[in-house]
């Protein structure tokens, strides 16, 4: 194979990249080690940033979050719920803080409204009583895996490639120059070479170890964050705690459900990131003084990401470096057509795929300039089935006798299921139900995939697109995915639903789950 530009990574950077490549008329091939939003792009709040929460330590970051935040409500709107953002102080927090945080958002030319905490309470009754300020500001809820799924539809269309599951494990360099990528097929073990002209390193938090492959070692920090899904949502707008960022002080809405989180724990290996129960007994503590409706909730999941952090080595925990991103050239480790873009944050990967895109572009002799800024985001079909209430909605309006109710906790119909299939089998892949449980709700509630994994099997089944063991091992698989994130919530009403899960699968289908 070759290419024009290899982009690897396929976070919300990556995907975004690939779009302003083939916008611009570039031959580009996209790999991803594992699957898209693997990382960090897929493990976040979902949350759309006014910038506000770095308006005191980080003015620029703030700034690019207001911007850029801007842009994809105008550009890329199917994908953002604009729910509007509330800053809450509760007794005890820092007064003077309070006092000048409308001062920074001024300064970051962020709108920024003070609100009657009585007034805030009767449009969010979860806010807690104890509240003493309340702001408002122009905070959303962005789904990262639309963003992702419909940025990667347009430019395939346009002509892009993308490899899943395709890592890249060496460079042939000459000199100066990187000539060849060797790409491993993490399912079947095969390699492939690929011709390049540039190379985009767009790894996230895996960034390091691609650039020492290439001979160019990056500076970086790992900050793990943890965060915890709420049975139901608890609140439409999205709500901080108004002080300097710390752990569990923001409460997501995410369709049906709410996420609260996060923590800031540096570490240092990408192996093995879990979230663990001392991180979840912290962050119902600390999020309860905002929010006291979370000391007690149904919590049916945890999930973990890493923060690829770049930049001088802050406090113990990361949260003194900059949410700024970088853009390495490499030319001080010798390369003329190798290019690293990590850190950031997912409100402003259009402007990190736009400064990356402009380095190559002016490498290759490109001219055209970029255009994601002005030209709306397609809807794509391959990206609407991640939205909450999407699916429940297309299969009222049409139910069918032969489109059964895969998931009943998320309402997905097998309809959704071989349309998913269909298209990842057009692209050339051999589709998972992980696959699947990524670009739906599959999965996605309170049972956890206890029921709709088998039906889903079971559907693949009945068209003849699993056959032999196929399905059992594609729903252990997609359990241990799952599982991953149950075990540190499991009290209460979900410890149940964990038992009445093992009492389906290790006790009647003797399916192991460890």
């Not at 927090?93 to 945080?101: G, K, S, Y």
């Not at 962050?283 to 999941?301: F, H, K, N, Q, S």
Request: proline letters at 4%; aromatic letters at 6%; glycine letters at 10%.
């Amino acid at each position: 194979m070759e290419t024009q530009v290899l982009i690897i990574g396929g976070g919300v950077t990556g995907t975004a990249l690939m779009r302003d490549l083939a916008l611009r008329g570039v031959d580009c091939i996209l790999v991803e080690q594992d699957d898209l939003n693997a990382g960090a792009s897929g493990r976040n709040h979902g949350l759309l940033h006014s910038g506000a929460r770095y308006v005191s330590n980080d003015q620029e970051a703030a700034v690019e979050c207001r911007i850029e935040g801007d842009i994809l409500k105008r550009l890329a709107g199917q994908t953002i719920q604009d729910t509007g953002g509330y800053f809450v102080a509760v007794q005890g927090d820092d007064e003077r803080f309070v006092a000048d945080f409308p001062g920074y958002c001024q300064k970051a030319g962020i709108r920024c409204q003070a609100v009657d905490p009585a007034e805030a309470r009767a449009h969010e009754p979860s806010v807690s009583p104890n509240a003493i300020a309340v702001f408002e500001v122009p905070d959303a809820s962005i789904d990262p895996f639309r963003l992702s799924l419909e940025s990667v539809a347009q430019a395939r269309r346009l002509g892009a490639r993308l490899l899943r599951r395709s890592q890249v494990v060496n460079f042939q360099r000459v000199g100066g120059r990187v000539r060849a990528a060797t790409v491993r097929d993490r399912v079947t073990g095969a390699e492939r070479t690929i011709q390049v002209e540039q190379v985009v390193n767009a790894a996230g938090a895996w960034a390091r170890e691609v650039a020492l492959l290439a001979g160019a070692p990056i500076e970086m920090l790992y900050s793990k964050g943890t965060l915890l899904v709420t049975h139901g949502r608890l609140a439409h707008r999205v709500i901080n705690r108004l002080r300097k960022p710390s752990n569990a002080d923001i409460l997501m809405p995410g369709g049906t459900v709410s996420i609260i989180g996060t923590t800031s724990i540096r570490v240092e290996s990408l192996d093995d990131i879990y979230p663990s129960v001392a991180e979840v007994d912290q962050i119902v503590e600390d999020a309860a003084a905002m929010v006291p409706a979370l000391g007690t909730v149904r919590y049916i999941r945890a999930y973990a990401g890493v923060r690829p952090l770049v930049g001088a080595p802050g406090g113990s925990d990361g949260r003194s470096v900059s949410r700024g991103f970088a853009l390495f050239d490499h030319h001080e480790h010798g390369l003329e057509n190798f290019a690293a873009i990590t850190g950031g944050k997912l409100t402003t990967c259009r402007l990190m795929a736009e400064r990356a895109a402009d380095l190559v572009c002016a490498r290759l002799g490109v001219t055209t300039p970029c255009v994601t800024a002005t030209v709306p985001l397609p809807s794509a079909d391959e990206g609407r089935w991640t939205e909450p209430g999407h699916a429940p909605r297309a299969w009222m309006r049409a139910p069918a006798a032969d489109d059964p109710l895969i998931c009943e906790c998320e309402m997905v119909s097998g309809s959704v299921i071989r349309n998913l299939y269909a298209h990842l089998v057009a692209a050339g892949d051999t589709p998972t139900l992980t696959d699947i449980g990524l670009r739906s709700r599959v999965g996605k509630g309170a049972c956890q995939g206890a029921f709709c994994a088998v039906r889903a099997a079971a559907h693949l089944y009945q068209y003849g697109d699993f056959q032999g063991r196929r399905g059992l091992d594609e729903i252990i698989d997609f359990f241990r995915e799952r599982w991953g994130g149950q075990h540190p919530v499991l009290w209460g009403e979900q410890l149940a639903q964990a038992e009445l899960m093992e009492a389906l699968h290790c006790g009647l289908f003797g399916e192991e789950l460890r």
